[in-house]
């Protein structure tokens, strides 16, 4: 049963390879992405050296009146792996996908005589809407700390910056702190910084693929992955790709109705509004007369 | 089966609020009242942002009212003049209202704001109804026949200037008190998403002695315009009302109203009184309870207000 199935594997990431090889032109933008990411390693271009290239299955996702949150998929190859098999744990590999960077105020209550009551806030200039993260075994296990740092892996690295209001005002670090577990936990609750230890699979000796949820939920906006190839702790390679999320058809046409002509739009929800009592009212009348 | 709510920014069940709005519909045709004290909390405690929750149930009221007020219209039961006075206080008390909730969910407040403005009129007037109620039902079964409120002792409100004469209310009283009374309401509208008919019924009944027949028609003259607006200025200000949300609710609301009436007949005026109040306090405990209990979780997040 195990054989079979890894023989299919096999097979799929041979189909992978082969889909990442001919289709050319979707794949572009990815492979310009890598090599942004890692200039100097293009210049040592040296057989032997891994890189990795990245895609996703659908580069744009769009928000109708039918969303109710998706999958894509994040897949890769490693270039010249030197890894045996999909089995053998040579290399981590971890998929960060991020939403949009927004400004966010985060509030703490304290009992006031007696009433629980919003006393302190801090804000925030800007933190990821959406953040998810999945990786080959969990993130604390395949790199140190001050490696984590360096690259924003994991949800104790997630990029929050305070604004700068509020460290002028004099926050403790003990506090910000507390914050910054604070928005991590009520993000995890509405499912929105989601974490995989073992999402992503590698099917061969150089193709890997994660799983990424995106709920229904996720603000819309610009979504961006990123994905580190790992060996003994270091960060061989790094690449980036995006999906657009976008409002589309009735949704986008109600969101730009409302927020580019508020007027307008008011005015038509109040006539709604009206037809909706008049034609209710009459309906009714009619209905009852009988 | 799902649907993407384009303001709220989520996914909801069309079901859960078709029905949200039928069984308001239903208690509020059952006991004639706007229904937006009982909506607005269960939107919010629905996951629906409370801003969002208090501009989307405006425009409901408008189409739960409209139909109501054109009938009372027919009926020569609307006092225009009275009711211009009262739309002329409502629309500026509703602008403030509207500019009230902007500062609050910029403070990070309009939340507790909005449970302690609902917690104090819900059980003032909960308490008040049951008060009332209970005794008319003692009364009633003790054999004392229920008498009415004799009306027409001057008060103080007739010492004010500005008079004028109000022919179908039979009234020659200032104008000043009818604007205040439109203010507030309006104000009330603007900040807590109900149609304040709880009060400026009341209002009218025991401040201004507006006739009985009159003041049903022209309360909801008066919140039909005023919520009209409302719901413009929570649109233009907070973008904050929610077409679909509202479009759900109002469907579901005026099926909900039919029904509601039908049963509502078979009821009492003091039974009806007693139950509603009965309900009444039960959403001001709710409501209350929030506030005073540790909540398990301290921290809220909410994203900028009207970031634009």
């Not at chain 1, 490696?147 to 604004?163: K, L, Y």
């Not at chain 2, 109501?68 to 225009?80: C, H, L, S, T, W």
């Not at chain 2, 907070?238 to 579901?252: F, Q, R």
Request: aromatic residues 8%.
């Amino acid at each position: 049963m195990r054989q079979l199935h890894n023989a299919m594997r096999a097979a799929l990431a041979a189909a992978a390879v082969m889909f990442a090889a001919t289709s050319g032109a979707p794949a572009q933008p990815a492979r310009g992405a890598a090599a942004e990411a890692a200039p100097k390693e293009d210049a040592v271009a040296v057989a032997g050296k891994e890189r990795i290239e990245v895609d996703v299955s659908s580069r744009s996702v769009a928000v109708t009146s039918s969303f109710n949150g998706t999958e894509i998929i994040v897949f890769g190859t490693v270039e010249n792996s030197q890894q045996a098999s999909a089995e053998s744990g040579f290399y981590d590999v971890v998929v960060i996908v991020e939403g949009t960077l927004s400004p966010i105020v985060a509030r703490k209550k304290s009992n006031v005589g007696g009433l629980w009551v919003n006393t302190s806030s801090i804000r925030f200039a800007s933190l990821p809407t959406y953040y998810a993260i999945a990786s080959t075994r969990p993130v604390d296990e395949l790199a140190e700390p001050d490696v984590r740092d360096a690259h924003a892996i994991g949800f104790s690295h997630v990029p929050m910056n305070i604004a700068s209001k509020a460290l002028a005002s004099g926050i403790s670090a003990e506090e910000a702190q507390n914050f910054r577990d604070a928005i991590v936990r009520l993000k995890r609750k509405e499912g929105l910084y989601v974490s995989s230890d073992y999402g992503v699979a590698f099917i061969g000796r150089s193709l890997f693929r994660a799983t990424i949820e995106l709920p229904a939920n996720v603000p819309v906006g610009p979504v961006k992955a990123r994905v580190y190839l790992i060996r003994n702790g270091a960060v061989l390679s790094e690449a980036t790709t995006s999906v657009s999320l976008s409002r589309q058809g009735f949704e986008l046409l109600m969101y730009n109705f409302a927020h580019r002509q508020p007027l307008l739009y008011g005015l038509f929800c109040v006539s709604l509004a009206v037809g909706a009592g008049l034609l209710a009212s009459t309906l009714f009348r009619k209905a009852g007369a009988h | 089966m799902n649907f993407y709510l384009p303001i709220a920014e989520m996914s909801v069940n069309i079901f859960v609020f078709l029905g949200m709005g039928a069984a308001v519909g239903f208690l509020s045709g059952m006991f004639g009242v706007g229904g937006g004290f009982l909506m607005t909390p269960l939107l919010i405690f629905s996951g629906i942002p409370s801003a969002v929750a208090v501009g989307t149930e405006a425009a409901q009221i408008v189409a739960s009212s409209v139909s109501g007020a054109i009938a009372q219209y027919r009926r020569k039961n609307v006092d225009i003049k009275l009711g211009v006075l009262l739309l002329a206080g409502g629309i500026v008390g509703s602008y403030l209202g509207v500019e009230v909730v902007k500062i609050l969910r910029r403070m990070g407040q309009f939340d507790l704001v909005l449970s302690l403005a609902y917690v104090s009129f819900l059980g003032g007037i909960g308490t008040l109804m049951l008060i009332e109620s209970l005794n008319t039902i003692r009364k009633s079964r003790s054999g004392v026949a229920v008498s009415s409120r004799k009306p027409g002792q001057h008060s103080w409100i007739h010492g004010l200037p500005f008079k004028m004469r109000f022919h179908r209310s039979k009234l020659y009283i200032s104008a000043i008190p009818p604007i205040v009374i439109g203010a507030f309401v309006g104000f009330l509208g603007g900040v807590m998403g109900v149609g304040g008919g709880f009060i400026m019924i009341p209002a009218m009944i025991y401040l201004l002695r507006v006739p009985t027949n009159v003041v049903v028609g022209t309360s909801l003259f008066q919140i039909t315009f005023v919520t009209a607006v409302t719901t413009v200025l929570h649109a233009t200000q907070n973008y904050t009302v929610d077409i679909v949300l509202a479009l759900l609710l109002m469907i579901g609301g005026v099926i909900g109203a039919q029904f509601g009436t039908v049963a509502g007949e078979k009821l009492k005026g003091e039974q009806l009184r007693f139950l509603l109040a009965a309900l009444v306090l039960l959403v001001c405990l709710r409501l209350g309870w929030d506030l005073v209990v540790r909540p398990n979780e301290l921290y809220s997040l909410s994203s900028l207000a009207g970031g634009h």
